[in-house]
């Protein structure tokens, strides 16, 4: 899924997410050759009344509102969380929110169809129904697994997989015991939520992680907690939130993965169920968001990947500039390459406990 509206500049200067990301992934995918004809789909707008199955119509009305007016009122601000230096007023707001969500909902659509969907826009999982939290002003996740209900699915699996926890999704649907949510996500990190004792009701599990969480981690959960819930749940339909933020070098967070840790958890879960959705989320570092983004899409779809990247590719990749990322700190392989090196290391006992912990 993609839109032009996602090439547009966004959420102003200084900001962490006025890095190019889904811009720079539909123009690395072209640079590869990697979009042809029947792959491809654009995404429209939500309604307004699509988003009120989610979102309370005053707080929609109050962006439409202050987009037009291009100001927010200061109790506009307090209410709905907008206007903030974290979540920002821009041009362009409610077109670009409200695009993440139709993108998401036309995932949903064409998963239902048994093809696997890949919005890299989508992932805005903070979104609450009524004001905004952590850059997410919508909560297109959500939308993705409405529309998989609507369509008849009994049961729908949720894997976040971002560096933060999918707290806005999981609690949209903790009375809920079609959707089973379940998130790996850097303990002690914004937004301080899902520890691995909060198991929504019954329908969560969250599995905090340690600093330097490497891709032998984060496999071993995959196969020793995620893939056995999985079995337990028996999914009909599955929707993955696959921030970039959780790789090494994004300022963000504190953990290690390569993208070639989380292209095999995405693979793994994908093949388990035929139905998938499969969205962006967080990463503020605009080198590791838009090769692991542009990889995942080349896993997902079957690619042959370069040993090196087109010198037209390098050259987009070299133009990058981001606030967060010291010159001296950005790496040699973030320009030239798609993939990274792997990150393996040993399984520490706190994930081990972790795993069983939440089989329970």
Same mark, same amino acid.
């Given at each position: ?32 050759? @990697? ?63 409200? *695009? ?89 990190? @914004? ?101 692991? @983004? ?37 790496? *040699?392989? @973030? ?26």
């Amino acid at each position: 899924m993609g839109s032009e509206v996602f090439r547009r500049e966004a959420f102003g200067a200084h900001h962490p997410l006025s890095i190019p990301r889904q811009s720079g992934v539909l123009e690395l995918c072209a640079l590869l050759g @990697w979009f042809e004809k029947g792959n491809t789909r654009s995404c429209e707008r939500a309604t307004v009344a699509e988003l009120a199955r989610f979102h309370d119509p005053a707080y929609i009305q109050a962006l439409i509102s202050a987009e037009a007016a291009g100001r927010v009122s200061a109790e506009d601000r307090d209410r709905y969380r907008i206007g903030t230096m974290e979540n920002p007023l821009f041009p362009g707001l409610f077109e670009r929110a409200a *695009t993440a969500v139709g993108g998401s909902i036309l995932a949903a659509q064409l998963a239902l169809e048994g093809v696997p969907a890949f919005h890299p826009a989508g992932g805005t999982h903070h979104g609450r129904a009524d004001r905004a939290s952590g850059f997410c002003y919508f909560n297109d996740p959500v939308f993705a697994i409405l529309t998989l209900l609507d369509g008849g699915m009994r049961r729908v699996l949720y894997v976040d997989l971002d560096a933060h926890h999918g707290d806005g999704v999981q609690d949209a649907f903790e009375a809920d015991n079609r959707v089973f949510t379940l998130s790996i996500h850097e303990a002690n990190r @914004w937004p301080h939520t899902g520890p691995l004792d909060d198991f929504g009701g019954g329908q969560a599990r969250n599995l905090p992680v340690p600093r330097g969480f490497n891709d032998s981690e984060l496999a071993y959960l995959v196969e020793a907690a995620v893939l056995p819930l999985l079995e337990r749940f028996e999914p009909e339909a599955l929707v993955i939130t696959c921030g970039a933020d959780g790789l090494a070098g994004d300022p963000l967070s504190r953990l290690e993965l390569s993208n070639l840790g989380l292209w095999d958890a995405v693979e793994t879960l994908v093949s388990r169920c035929k139905r998938a959705v499969v969205l962006g989320g967080g990463g503020y570092n605009p080198w590791t968001v838009v090769r692991c @983004w542009t990889g995942l899409w080349g896993r997902l779809s079957g690619r042959d990947f370069p040993a090196d990247l087109p010198l037209e590719a390098q050259r987009m990749l070299g133009g990058y500039e981001c606030d967060l990322v010291d010159e001296e700190d950005i790496e *040699t392989n @973030w320009l030239r390459t798609l993939a990274d090196s792997p990150n393996t290391g040993p399984v520490r006992a706190e994930v081990e406990q972790a795993a069983r912990f939440v089989l329970q």
